[in-house]
Nanobody
Framework: VQLQASGGGLVEAGGSLRLACVASVRTFSTDVMGWFRQAPGKEREFVAVITWSSTGTWYADGVKGRFTISRDGAKSTVYLQMNSLKSEDTAVYYC????????????????WGQGTQVTVSS
């Protein structure tokens, strides 16, 4: 399983970015697709999760109402639309995949993309 994340960059506070994560395969092993982020000196944290098999989504409290996770099955791609960005959103963003049930814990995810840097200037 390979995950390829892209779309990061430098943006001013209040701006928007859209991240994309392309999965090389879609099986029960990668039914759950999540976005996580890690700022310097901090632990990796949950951002949002979606599954290929259902329409349910789940967000961290700090991004709810600003970020939207979505998927395009035909392209095997999961997106993270980030609006109203804040300086505290600055981090390396990772997409990850796992099977069966959704989880906020990054340690439950066996498959990871390479990460894409998001920097929000204030």
């Amino acid at each position: 399983v390979q995950l390829q994340a892209s779309g990061g960059g430098l943006v001013e506070a209040g701006g928007s970015l859209r991240l994309a994560c392309v999965a090389s395969v879609r099986t029960f092993s990668t039914d759950v697709m999540g976005w996580f982020r890690q700022a310097p000196g901090k632990e990796r944290e949950f951002v949002a999760v979606i599954t290929w098999s259902s329409t349910g989504t789940w967000y961290a409290d700090g991004v709810k109402g600003r970020f939207t996770i979505s998927r395009d099955g035909a392209k095997s791609t999961v997106y993270l639309q980030m609006n109203s960005l804040k300086s505290e959103d600055t981090a390396v963003y990772y997409c990850a995949a796992k099977n069966y049930y959704s989880s906020r814990d990054y340690r439950d995810y066996p498959y990871w993309g390479q990460g894409t840097q998001v920097t929000v200037s204030s």
